[in-house]
């Protein structure tokens, strides 16, 4: 191996490191509460060292927040490809929402429960996610053209669906519901509750549903 390869592995072992412990230290204390100084002294190195890796926590939160949505948007492409049928993708979207909650609690909370004030929204660190949004608002918008629901447009589909995902999301990786349900068995009542928030014409999250009928 190289002096330049050596160099350039230990380097990224080293933003590995960093952004591995600056993720923990994020979820648990809250961004405002984590400082450079804070992180560095996390993997018991030098403050002013740590600047050559990353420039900011912003910078550090928003590489976390890209590194989650790059995992998250996988499948998302390949349901996009392979699933013709707009309601289907959205279905199988929403369980897989959940189940990247659970599987990933720490980027799904950096992902989707961090201010917008605290990453970067635009650039190469914010593509990603955009993307994301992208290929979802893309189903939905499908979705309403093909009248699955109602009269609704585009937008208030996407962010009642979305609410109503994430809600179901945060109740379940809370452990509310384990706590409010006796022995739920969490794939049928996830699937029961996307049957219900994807009803056609009628929509679980409120959506009006004049003019569709069936």
Known sequence: MSRRTRRECDRDRMRRLILDSARQLFVREGFDNVSMRRIAGAIEYSPAAIYRYFKSKR???????????RRFVVSQRL?????????ERLRAGG???????????????????TDCSEVDLEGDLAATSMEAYALFRATVDEAVGLGHFGDADTDSVVFSVWAGVHGLAH???SGRVGLLVDAPDMEALLG?????ILRPGQGGCGLSGQGQEG
């Open 171 to 173: 109740l379940i990786n």
């Open 95 to 113: 369980v897989e929402y959940v189940c990247f909650a659970l599987a990933e609690p720490e980027y799904f909370q950096l992902m989707f429960c």
């Open 59 to 69: 910078e550090i939160l928003s590489t976390l927040r890209d590194e989650g949505f």
């Open 79 to 87: 349901r996009a490809q392979t699933c013709p049928d707009p309601l």
């Open 192 to 196: 029961r509750a996307m049957d219900f």
